[in-house]
């Protein structure tokens, strides 16, 4: 058995939550200097998520902080409000995958940085993420699953109105990974598509 930590398990998901969102953009969990990184790779965009501190608190009350680093570059004539309206894109791509979380601990912006137009052609943008409370009490394995922040982009739902109302089993039934009508169908269905943001 391959044991994770939950903190390494939260870290893994949103980044590859992350990643799955915005697949235009480098998505890593290690930090590199400008000078380390592909040209192509600056120009799209990389997402860093690094590990800043967690609370002392209770083994069951956990709370992981930790912050999402973007790095960019443009032409060396680029302007400052031209780095600006890049970092202000990465910056709401982190706020709106956050704001869309439906499984796992709860996750909160604590803050925002942005580098000020001091490095141009230069930009990056640190979004710091507080995540928790959790229960670290036991390690998880790879293959257990604690969140998925991507698949709530779809949403589904059937609806029972009529009487009399479908027993309880039929509804397990529809709310299968592969939903089965064979033997109820419900009243009305409601399916919504949330819009992914766009750079």
Known sequence: MNLQTPESKILSTFS???????????????????????????????FTIVTVGQSGADVYDQTLKFM???QLQLHEKATGEAIE???????????????????GPLMRITGIDHSAQLETPYGWVSVAIECGPYDA???????????NLSDFLTFRADLDIAQP???????????????????????????????????
């Open 16 to 46: 590859a939550a992350l990643a799955q969102a915005y697949p235009l953009r480098t998505v890593t969990r290690s930090l590199k200097d400008y000078a380390e990184r592909q040209p192509a790779q600056l120009k799209a965009g990389v």
């Open 68 to 70: 999402v680093v973007g």
């Open 85 to 103: 309206e890049i970092e202000l894109v990465m910056a709401r791509e982190v706020k709106t995958l956050v704001q869309r979380q439906l499984y």
């Open 137 to 147: 009490t036991e390690p998880l394995t790879v293959d257990e699953t604690i969140g």
């Open 165 to 199: 109302h479908q027993a309880a089993a039929e509804h397990d039934k529809w709310a299968a990974d592969v939903p089965d009508f064979s033997t109820s169908q419900p009243d009305a269905q409601l399916h919504v598509t949330i819009p992914r943001s766009t750079p």
